[in-house]
T-cell receptor, first 115, second 114 residues
Framework: AQKITQTQPGMFVQEKEAVTLDCTYDTSDPSYGLFWYKQPSSGEMIFLIYQGSYDQQNATEGRYSLNFQKARKSANLVISASQLGDSAMYFCAMREGRSSYKLIFGSGTRLLVRP | SQTIHQWPATLVQPVGSPLSLECTVEGTSNPNLYWYRQAAGRGLQLLFYSVGIGQISSEVPQNLSASRPQDRQFILSSKKLLLSDSGFYLC?????????????FGDGTRLSIL
């Protein structure tokens, strides 16, 4: 079974509007971390936001917020006030366990911001 | 501040030729180091990780190998490249076993095998 599932291969959003990128995960470990990365066309992976499994509040970083629904095993990324520079691939990733080195990545969502 | 350097940025190699990709990290000591491969339009697949000099763990059996000759240097190698080795290779580092610390990536190497 897929550990990380991103069901939206591609999405469009109008500039200045908000957009939600979906991510569901599968783990039986009570301790895990969820990460979102942005990959522009140039290729580098840019860390955006982190949510721990024991965190009580949803993570926020500037225009990025994470809609964490633990019971549903979802960790959706919300980008508010979209900008043209937000056009990129977005990857959700999970680290299982307290001492795991491994990040498991989803297949990504390509976001295109329209002017 | 910490930086990660990866080179070359692009590489075109014939089948059967050797490979050496290098990655170095500055501004931190004893980082965890990682090599990932990304096929076109796909997510990242972890190939190797290292928690210290000379310590290499392999995630996927293949004709690639990794070495860590110095604390902040990580090298990905192959003796004979295959067509299936084409892809985008990313090096990353992270701090210790702190679970909420992200991995930080280099700019990647685009490898094309002819």
């Amino acid at each position: 079974a897929q550990k990380i599932t991103q069901t939206q291969p591609g999405m469009f959003v109008q500039e200045k509007e908000a957009v939600t990128l979906d991510c569901t995960y599968d783990t039986s470990d009570p301790s895990y971390g969820l990460f979102w990365y942005k990959q522009p066309s140039s290729g580098e992976m840019i860390f955006l936001i982190y949510q721990g499994s024991y965190d009580q509040q949803n993570a926020t970083e500037g225009r990025y917020s994470l809609n964490f629904q633990k019971a549903r095993k979802s960790a959706n990324l919300v980008i508010s006030a979209s900008q043209l520079g937000d056009s990129a691939m977005y990857f959700c990733a999970m680290r299982e366990g307290r001492s795991s080195y491994k990040l498991i990545f989803g297949s990504g969502t390509r976001l295109l911001v329209r002017p | 501040s910490q930086t990660i350097h990866q080179w070359p940025a692009t590489l075109v190699q014939p089948v059967g030729s050797p490979l050496s990709l290098e990655c170095t990290v500055e501004g931190t000591s004893n980082p965890n180091l990682y090599w990932y491969r990304q096929a076109a339009g796909r997510g990242l697949q972890l190939l190797f990780y290292s928690v210290g000099i000379g310590q290499i763990s392999s995630e996927v059996p293949q004709n690639l190998s990794a070495s860590r000759p110095q604390d902040r240097q990580f090298i990905l190698s192959s003796k004979k490249l295959l067509l299936s080795d084409s892809g985008f290779y990313l090096c990353a580092w992270s701090v210790g076993l702190i679970s909420n610390q992200p991995q930080h990536f280099g700019d990647g190497t685009r490898l094309s095998i002819l």
